[in-house]
């Protein structure tokens, strides 16, 4: 079973950056697509991002596309969630998944079965 672990979380101001990490250990995530999903209080877990096992695919919800860039690292077994001109709106816990079938793209939380704990992002206004 694979295990993620996110990082890099904090508080940021608004239009600043930020730089999530995951790492995943236990299965080699090379041909598995991998996703970054958040949740604030209050609202359901949504799709930020994902990208395919070979990282030649990506693809974003539309409130983030323009602004958020996902790539990995298939050697380090890393994937990163690059965050730029960040809003309030942003804030929430975000979580890395990798997806339960290999070679399958899908930004449904459903089809992912390996979650990571989270890690806070805070905007402030």
């Known amino acids: 079973q694979v295990r993620l672990v996110e990082s890099g979380g904090g508080l940021v101001q608004a239009r600043g950056s930020l730089r999530l990490s995951c790492a995943a250990s236990g299965r080699t995530i090379s041909t598995y697509a991998m996703g970054w999903f958040r949740q604030a209080p209050g609202k359901e877990r949504e799709f930020v991002a994902g990208?395919?096992?070979?990282?030649?695919?990506?693809y974003y919800a539309e409130s983030v596309k323009g602004r958020f860039t996902i790539s990995r690292d298939n050697a380090k077994s890393t994937v990163q969630l690059q965050m730029s001109s960040l809003k309030p709106e942003d804030t929430a816990v975000y979580y890395c998944?990798?997806?339960?079938?290999?070679?399958?793209?899908?930004?449904?939380?459903?089809?992912?079965?390996?979650w990571g704990q989270g890690t806070q992002v805070t905007v402030s206004s």
């Open positions: 990208i395919s096992g070979g990282g030649g695919t990506t």
């Open positions: 998944a990798s997806h339960r079938r290999p070679y399958y793209t899908s930004s449904s939380a459903l089809d992912y079965d390996a």
